[in-house]
């Protein structure tokens, strides 16, 4: 099975508008973390933001933000007022502090498309 | 503040050769990793380590041999080339704080011919 499933291939927005990303994952493990990285064109990857599974409260980093639901295991990345520049391949990943060795494994992504 | 640093950036094998991939980090990370991406998919963890002289194998190992001979060093070695192994590879390193996120080097493109 799948640890961690984002089941949009691509999404559009209109430019300024607010876009949610999804991300499901799967563990056993209490403690990990999760977290989005962008992928612009040009190809490096970029840290957006992080949640611990412990956290109560929902991470939020400048426009970004993740809605963390524990009991449905999801951890979409909202992006709001949406820039032309946010155009990139957007990847949700999982940390396994115990089960994994901390070792962390990526959906296969969400191509997002801002529209002007 | 260099980061993690990937060298080469770009690089043409022919199937059948062998060559290292070197990817130093200046942070005094633990952690060091490298993944590789396919067209259209997420990243796929090759072998890792957890500290200086320690290797371990991660979910696609099988073509590839790993060193961490000093902590700000992790190379990758393909000692015979495949054309299944044209991809782009990452190197990240990560310690304990700061959540544990994974900073990037630039990735390596290598297409084996």
């Known amino acids: 099975a799948q640890k961690i499933t984002q089941t949009q291939p691509g999404m559009f927005v209109q430019e300024k508008e607010a876009v949610t990303l999804d991300c499901t994952y799967d563990?056993?493990?209490?403690?990990?973390?999760l977290f989005w990285y962008k992928q612009p064109s040009s190809g490096e990857m970029i840290f957006l933001i992080y949640q611990g599974s412990y956290d109560q409260q929902n991470a939020t980093e400048g426009r970004y933000s993740l809605n963390f639901q524990k009991a449905r295991k999801s951890a979409n990345l909202v992006i709001s007022a949406s820039q032309l520049g946010d155009s990139a391949m957007y990847f949700c990943?999982?940390?396994?502090?115990?089960?994994?060795?901390?070792?962390?494994?990526f959906g296969d992504g969400t191509t997002l498309t801002v529209k002007p | 503040n260099a980061g993690v640093t990937q060298t080469p950036k770009f690089r043409v094998l022919k199937t059948g050769q062998s060559m290292t991939l070197l990817c130093a980090q200046d942070m005094n990370h633990e952690y060091m990793y490298w993944y590789r991406q396919d067209p259209g998919m997420g990243l796929r963890l090759i072998h890792y380590s957890v500290g200086e002289g320690t290797t371990a194998k991660g979910e696609v190992p099988d073509g590839y041999n790993v060193s961490r001979l000093k902590k700000q060093n992790f190379l990758l070695g393909l000692e015979s080339a495949a054309p299944s192994q044209t991809s782009v590879y990452f190197c990240?390193?990560?310690?304990?704080?700061?959540?544990?996120?994974?900073?990037f080097g630039s990735g390596t493109q290598l297409s084996v011919l």
């Open positions: 990240a390193s990560r310690t304990d704080r700061e959540g544990g996120k994974l900073f």
């Open positions: 563990t056993s493990d209490p403690s990990y973390g």
């Open positions: 990943a999982m940390r396994e502090d115990n089960t994994n060795a901390g070792k962390s494994t």
